[in-house]
């Protein structure tokens, strides 16, 4: 077992234990050309006004960057000058632990293509880190790693490994103690409390393609009373039907929640359930297009928004918790798996009932 697959199980635990390029950006664009049926349409269009995937972070997806390379892309939060000095160290661990990801994806990258990504490991920015020690760890790790991507030498790479062990070691030492104290906080959010008083009924109904109950879903959606209720109501939409139309305009109904700009700690789950159907739309083979760069340019909208909260709520620690968990979020990855990369698993996770829709169809 390599360190850094060591530090998603910890992590893991740690949460358990608290409770083709240009084309297919077009492509995703068309989300909302799906045809309809019924009182949905009208109720679809009061909500859904934005466009799918924000020009600003399309203009991150270079046609000619298959390798979509992360290290050389500043998506690290910096602490607003009105925010106390208190926010920093989790500022600190938010950037350190989205840069080892950034890291590790691009050295796995260059190995399985088969391409030198030494410079662009080597020009990862960690100035953003304050804290001098972390700083400096990370810095020799993206020395190591770069070193790594150029030679592919197994002496190089584990010494990369080393360091990047220490820094896993470092940070799940201040996330888990994290989670901790928000044990059940967190348990009222996976349960949706206060909002929802039965939550087993909402996943009974997950997958079932009822279109009443769709409608229903989006009309709560659009007269939801709080951002908090609008995060769940959109969840719950994107999982209420695997066709094409739903699948999509869930998607939609995602984004457009993240470009509120509104703090909610459901805002994470928004980003993961985002992805999972986004992945859907690229290659799912070890060698294929992975679309990071903009998958975590969304995660940093997310991020900014929960920064700002802090800013302006610096003691609520279950945001600080929820800010942390969305870095936790590993990027979709090449390897590890029996076949292909890790899109199809996240989708999995995310939505089981998929996969007990396609067994109970057998």
Known sequence: MNHKHLFLILLSLAVVACGKQSQQHESLIEYRCVTMSGDMVDVMQEVLH????????????????SNDVQSNVN????LP??????????VDCYNAIVMIYSLTTDYETAFCMETN????????????????????????ACSLYARAAKTHKDDDLSAAD??????????????????????????????????????????????????IYQQEVITNYAYSKS???????????????????????????????????????????????????????????????????LYNSMRYLCAQTFLQHLTEHPDDDFAAAMLLKLAANENIVRHGFIAGNSGPVERMNI??????SNNENK
Not at 75 to 78: A, C, E, T, V, W
Not at 178 to 185: A, I, L, V
Not at 240 to 259: I, R
Not at 351 to 356: K, Q, R, T, V
């Open 227 to 293: 951002f908090d209720e609008q995060c769940i109501w959109a969840i719950e939409f994107a999982h209420s039907d695997k066709s094409h139309s739903s699948f999509t305009q869930g998607a939609a109904l995602l984004e457009e929640v993240m470009l509120k700009g509104q703090y909610s700690p459901y805002l994470g789950e928004v980003w993961t359930t985002w992805r999972a159907i986004v992945t859907d739309f690229f290659p799912m083979s070890n060698y294929g297009y992975i679309p990071n760069r």
């Open 75 to 78: 998506q690290y939060l910096s």
């Open 351 to 356: 939505f089981p009932e998929w996969e007990m």
């Open 162 to 211: 080393e360091v990047t062990y220490t820094l896993y070691g470092r940070l799940n030492a201040y996330l888990q103690p994290t989670f901790e104290r928000n044990n059940s906080k967190l348990d009222s959010l996976l349960e949706r409390l206060p909002y929802i008083t039965n939550f087993n009924t909402l996943l009974n109904m997950r997958g079932k393609s009822d279109s």
């Open 117 to 140: 990504l030494s410079k662009e490991i080597a020009s990862m920015d960690c100035q953003s880190i304050t804290d001098p020690s972390l700083r400096q760890t990370l810095e020799n």
């Open 81 to 90: 000058e009105n925010a106390p000095q208190s926010l920093q160290p989790i």
């Open 50 to 65: 934005t466009q799918i995937i924000p020009d600003e972070f399309m203009e991150l997806m270079s046609d000619e960057d």
